[in-house]
């Protein structure tokens, strides 16, 4: 009732979603966090105390520097707030130092840092065309894709409740905030901005670059060529030469200032070295519910039924390395062991496709984000060391397009939920139990019953199927959080949870991976689009 209320006050609606969302999380502030949470406090220090040149070189803490420049000048900016609080936390040798101060201030950073999100969450509510208007604010297109965005359950946990658990996805509001502004700014044909944004994105955060090849291809079909012939095919004539010069200055502008210091310095490749350290193994602590987790789990139950066919010498098999959430490199035991320049090849083979259609099937800001989207989930499919918290780069732009066709909505439903699902383990002591099933919950159903009712006079969002497999998940947790620590299991095989939560999520992330992959290989152009 109160949202229909604030109908009459125009995007009134928008603020007091943009507020809720902000007290859930000020209310979230006391709630669990990790010894991980130190990471944080040693960039702060690094940064405040150190000259530049020893930025990336720094060892006294474990947690080293691993993030672009900016991001570091990023920690270095808050350093001068942080000495307010609590100058303690800007001492290099105060090594795991966590006082109430200092949680407070880094989790009062992500509250504030989010507004940026809050704002490109509402430029690409301006980018929803009108065609599905509705007198009820409830039902407003852009209504649900402002509740998706802002209240969406991955980043409640990440940023809010993990906040200062797993630090390398550290201010995902903040960043992924630069990353939907660039795609409103595309959207709106604002090619320059988004260009610039996505440009600082990169040297904020590198793991965007599994998406840059959507941006590339787009900016230089939509940008630096400036008409199509009447086919749909590109008119080779139409090339921009100053388009493409204007590109190119702002990507070495900003290269230049994220990398020129440390190039002069001669520490860029100490700087790559940090920035991609392929020791730390094909999967996360926490296995990401993707291809590896399911080629994991093969080895593994080809590796028990080889010991009991004799087939195996059960001396010569390491213990359970791949399951025992260590972040190390370890061999399969029957299957060929996987290396960086193989996950490199596979990725690069998944996106490929997406590229190409892209290129050759243009249908504007949705192929585009068609394209992110695949871009993203190809990677997180095949990548070296995907973090399970990855899933949102993908997850995220889905919710633009699923507010716009029931078959992208169906998808989404599917990618939404078991990637969130996925996520549970990272929450793993029981005070955030009932937090994180409340509000999954909660996000779960407002995204079913506001998709179905966007889409109801079109056929149901998903087949029984895909209903019984999410279904599915209900008895899942129940076994993994209730049942399983109650049997002997526990100590003989405690990696048994995360690893089914991991190959069960691993199953409904790939099908919506290659449901929105034949989605996009078979649609057809129109002939409107092909205008365009």
């Known amino acids: 009732q109160g949202a229909r209320a604030m109908a009459a006050g125009g995007r009134g609606w928008f603020r007091a979603l943009a507020l809720g969302v902000s007290f ?26 150190l000259p530049l040149s020893q930025w990336y070189y720094e060892a006294t803490s474990e947690w080293t520097l691993d993030y672009p420049p900016f991001f570091a000048w990023f920690e270095y900016a808050l350093s001068h707030i942080a000495k307010y609080f609590d100058p303690q936390m800007l001492v290099v040798e105060n090594l795991n130092y966590a006082s109430r101060a200092t949680i407070f201030f880094q989790r009062l950073s992500v509250i504030f840092t989010d507004t940026l999100f809050i704002y490109a969450v509402h430029e690409c509510c301006r980018c929803v065309n009108g065609k599905r208007a509705a ?34 996805f550290q201010y995902n509001g903040f960043l992924f905030g630069l990353m939907l502004l660039s795609v409103a700014r595309l959207c709106q044909k604002r090619y320059l901005e988004g260009a610039l944004l996505f440009a600082v994105l990169l040297h904020f955060k590198h793991i965007y670059i599994y998406v840059a090849p959507a941006y590339g291809i787009y900016l230089l079909r939509s940008y630096c060529f400036t008409a199509n012939n009447a086919d749909g095919s590109l008119k080779w004539r139409s090339f921009s030469f100053l388009h493409v010069t204007l590109l190119g200055v702002i990507v070495c502008l900003v290269s230049a200032l994220s990398l020129g210091p440390f190039l002069v310095l001669g520490q860029l490749p100490q700087v790559i070295s940090r920035l991609f350290p392929f020791k730390r193994g094909l999967c996360h602590a926490y296995w990401a519910p993707n291809f590896w987790a399911l080629y994991n789990a093969m080895d593994k139950a080809l590796t028990i039924l080889g010991l009991k066919c004799n087939f195996l010498d059960g001396t010569k098999i390491p213990k359970a390395s791949m399951t025992g959430g260590l972040v190390q490199e370890f061999q399969h035991t029957v299957l060929p062991s996987v290396t960086p320049l193989a996950t490199l090849i596979c990725t690069f083979i998944a996106i490929l496709p997406s590229v190409f259609c892209l290129w050759f099937k243009p249908q504007g800001p949705r192929g585009f984000l068609q394209c992110l989207v695949l871009c993203a989930l190809s990677s997180f499919m095949f990548g070296w060391h995907v973090h399970e918290k990855a899933i949102l780069l993908a997850i995220l732009p889905l919710s633009l397009l699923s507010i716009q066709r029931a078959k ?24 955030e139990l009932p937090i994180k099933i409340l509000l999954m919950l909660l996000f779960t159903v407002y995204s079913f019953s506001s998709l179905k009712s966007l889409f109801r006079r079109e056929k149901p969002l998903l087949n029984w199927l895909e209903t019984i497999y999410l279904i599915q998940l209900v008895p899942l947790e129940i ?41 996009v290989l078979t649609e057809r152009i129109s002939v409107r689009q092909k205008a365009e």
């Open 24 to 49: 859930l999380k000020c209310l979230l502030i006391p709630a669990y966090y990790s010894t991980d949470f130190e990471v944080h406090r040693n960039w702060l220090a690094i940064t405040h105390n």
């Open 135 to 168: 007198k009820d604010i409830l039902e407003k297109p852009t209504f649900i894709l402002a509740v998706l965005l802002l209240w969406n359950f991955g980043l409640l946990i990440v940023d809010r409740i993990l906040s200062n658990h797993y630090i390398h």
């Open 408 to 431: 992208d909505a169906g998808i989404y439903l599917i990618l939404a939920t078991t990637g969130h699902f996925s996520l549970f383990p990272l929450l793993f002591t029981a005070p």
């Open 479 to 519: 076994f993994c959080e209730i049942v399983f620590p109650l049997t002997p299991w526990k100590w003989h095989f405690p990696f048994v949870p995360l690893l089914l939560t991991s190959v069960y999520c691993a199953l409904g992330i790939t099908y919506a991976w290659l449901k929105l992959y034949i989605s």
